[in-house]
Nanobody, 125 residues
Framework: VQLQASGGGLVQAGESLRLSCTGSGGSLNGYAIGWWRQAPGKQREGVSCIDPSAARTYYSRSVEGRFNISRDNAKDTVYLEMNTLKPEDTAVYYC???????????????????WGQGTQVTVSS
């Protein structure tokens, strides 16, 4: 499966965006999906992760309380609802698949696969 992130755009600080992660050549169902972001000159950062059953979700400290990850298996889509956006949220956002998230998921990006093209999120102050 090849994943594709979409839904990015240019917004002002305090506004919201919803990103979508969809797949081609296969289904997202059965995979944990992680959202990652990379800002210019910075390392890739794990933002959020959702287990295949959606029973567990994980967030980085920088987005906890503002972002919400969810999945609609009927639509084969994972969403990242981003609220109260800040300029420091500006980055290219990617989604990728793994068998599970687990604590410390953000420290093992190499275990995630099916990275696709990201979507640019720009938050102006």
């Amino acid at each position: 499966v090849q994943l594709q992130a979409s839904g990015g755009g240019l917004v002002q600080a305090g506004e919201s965006l919803r990103l979508s992660c969809t797949g081609s050549g296969g289904s997202l169902n059965g995979y944990a999906i992680g959202w990652w972001r990379q800002a210019p000159g910075k390392q890739r950062e794990g933002v959020s992760c959702i287990d295949p059953s959606a029973a567990r979700t994980y967030y980085s400290r920088s987005v906890e309380g503002r972002f919400n990850i969810s999945r609609d298996n009927a639509k084969d889509t994972v969403y990242l609802e981003m609220n109260t956006l800040k300029p420091e949220d500006t980055a290219v956002y990617y989604c990728a698949a793994e068998n599970f998230c687990g604590y410390g998921w953000f420290a093992r990006p190499a275990d995630f696969h099916s990275w696709g093209q990201g979507t640019q999120v720009t938050v102006s102050s």
